[in-house]
């Protein structure tokens, strides 16, 4: 494969920096927890379903104790002690909480000992469920063979699971190697998980648990039938990120996208609840083999995609630092970055190559997530295919790892089946005809595409080191990122946020954070 000649002790510099950055958040993370984060607790200790009231049952437990003006311990140990009171398992013991019949706190039904014993059981047991996971997908790649990289990402959305799952088929058929079930308009506002199958979604379908497992089941089928398997995304992101993480790991899927800046910036989710969430829900990813998706393409939808390239590859190195602090390897860090330059602008194609080489060099291990063009994209629908087509051939040439399939109707309508059908003809006809054009091309050391690269990485150092000198909340609260500025208390969520009191417990965590 090509290569840009970097400098390696500046590659090192600009990772320990983003390394700094993220020791000063993670300082903040350990100190604190979520809503979020101890009902994904309950979610893995095997608690689901409905209260009478019809609020989550793992929301109506949690709502409960910080009601009671408790949640600085936590939702574990009182939820252990609660279970050897009632005798009964973690299901019918959050029943019969969420029905008064059962008192949180009350600890009678056994010693303190007793309770940290059951609370040992329980945690091993959510950490089980996840390694069960990882290996259970190990063994379906052992049966039909991974396809070579870049993975053809397609999307699906129509906010019908079962058509969803409909036009999954057909794109599996038509050569997709990883599915995206777009999640429902504002569902990432939402501080509970739906719960069930559903139907009426809005721009997508509803992240849920008994969702993700429909869709995995006919994967599952479809990965046997086309003898290769093929990848379940979906989000978790926004107000729940670590219960989502938790289902989805329970259900088997293969990628989330999760991000540690996207929803602060494009959802006005509050920051310290993001990096509290975020850093649980990516244990859980790491210990059930989850690819991480970043959202760095995103700012370019917002920012100057030339003059603005390097708050991507500086959001990419934090997000890589905040993703291995979270024991990700780098086989699960899906950074992302997109081809969004003005094709108006001479010689774009050549910048885009520049910024998409650039990325491979500084995460040459990591499956890298290539989004199409989308901003600049025109209702005459042949241009887009056009654009399309010459994002297809910069992302087989610098050889990236999971590429999102351009829709030529995406200026016009939610795509339909023979959309997406057209697109990936195109995705299947450059990938093979240019497969190894990038083993055969070498860039000139003093030209373009080398220079910019150097241009962008230089630009990169600089912004890590002044966000290292104010702090990342701050840098964002400044518009850093996207041209988007959010203050440190605002947003959505912050009342979910909570200091740890000294008794605070949290073993999987703990176990999960053991992991060498």
């Known amino acids: 494969m090509a290569h840009i000649p970097l400098n390696l002790k500046q590659i090192k510099r600009v990772k320990d920096l983003a390394g700094q950055i993220t020791d000063q958040v993670h300082g903040f993370i350990v100190e604190h927890s979520s809503l979020s984060v101890e009902r994904a607790i309950l979610r893995l200790y095997g608690v ?27 939702i574990s140990r009182p939820f252990a002690g609660a279970i050897l009171a009632s005798g009964e398992s973690p299901q019918r013991t959050a029943e019969l909480i969420a029905q008064g019949k059962l008192l949180l706190g009350d600890y009678a039904g056994g010693s303190q000992e007793q309770i940290e014993e059951k609370e040992r059981e329980l945690s091993e047991k959510a950490v ?5 996971s990882k290996t259970r997908k190990a063994k379906k790649i052992e049966k039909v063979p991974l ?3 870049p993975w053809r990402y397609l999307i699906v959305a129509t906010g019908d699971i079962y058509e969803d799952r409909t036009q999954a088929e057909s794109a599996v058929f038509s050569g997709a190697d990883i599915i995206a079930v777009i999640r429902s308009t504002a569902q990432s506002l939402l501080d509970y998980v739906p719960y069930g199958p559903t139907t009426e979604g809005f721009g997508g379908t ?5 969702n993700f497992k429909i869709m995995r089941e006919a994967l599952d089928k479809a990965s046997i ?7 379940l995304v979906n989000y978790a992101s926004g107000l729940c990120m670590a219960e989502i ?3 989805a790991a329970i259900e088997d899927l293969d990628v989330l996208l999760n991000d540690s800046m996207y929803g602060i910036l494009f959802r006005d989710i509050n920051m310290q609840r993001t990096f509290i969430d975020q850093y649980f829900s990516r244990l859980i990813c790491a210990k059930a083999a989850i690819i991480i998706n970043t959202g760095e393409d995103n700012y370019l939808t917002t920012a100057h995609a030339v003059d603005s390239a390097h708050t991507v590859t500086a959001s990419q190195l934090i997000n890589e630092a905040m993703g291995k602090k979270a024991k990700l390897t780098d086989d699960l860090l899906g950074l992302g970055h997109a081809f969004e330059i003005n094709p108006e602008i001479e010689n774009a194609f050549l910048y885009e190559l520049a910024h998409a080489q650039l990325a491979k060099e500084l995460f040459p291990d990591a499956p890298l997530k290539y989004m199409p063009p989308t901003k600049h994209k025109s209702t005459d629908i042949f241009y887009s295919h056009c654009m399309d087509t010459l994002f297809n051939l910069a992302s087989v040439t610098t050889g990236q790892g999971i590429h999102l399939t351009g829709i030529l109707t995406e200026a016009l309508h939610t795509p339909l089946m023979q959309d997406r ?3 990936i003809s195109s995705v299947n006809y450059v990938f093979n005809v240019a497969r190894d054009l990038g083993e055969e091309i070498e860039f000139k050391k003093e030209g373009f595409i080398v220079k910019r690269a150097q241009q962008v990485l230089n630009e990169t150092e600089m912004l890590l080191n002044e966000i290292s000198n104010v702090g990342l909340m701050e840098s964002i609260s400044q518009g850093r990122f996207a041209d988007i500025s959010r203050p440190v208390d605002g947003g959505k969520g912050l009342d979910g946020v909570f200091k740890k009191g000294a008794d605070y417990s949290n073993p999987v965590m703990d176990i999960l954070e053991a992991v060498e």
């Open 225 to 231: 039938k086309h003898d290769r398997y093929v990848r």
């Open 147 to 149: 396809p070579v990289q």
């Open 245 to 247: 993480a938790a289902c």
């Open 206 to 210: 509803y992240a849920t648990q008994a």
């Open 421 to 423: 059908y057209k697109s």
């Open 48 to 74: 689901d379903g409905l209260a009478d009231c019809g609020a989550p049952l793992p929301n109506r437990v949690v709502d409960i104790w910080q009601s009671d003006g408790n949640i600085a311990t936590g």
């Open 128 to 132: 089980a469920i996840l390694e069960a």
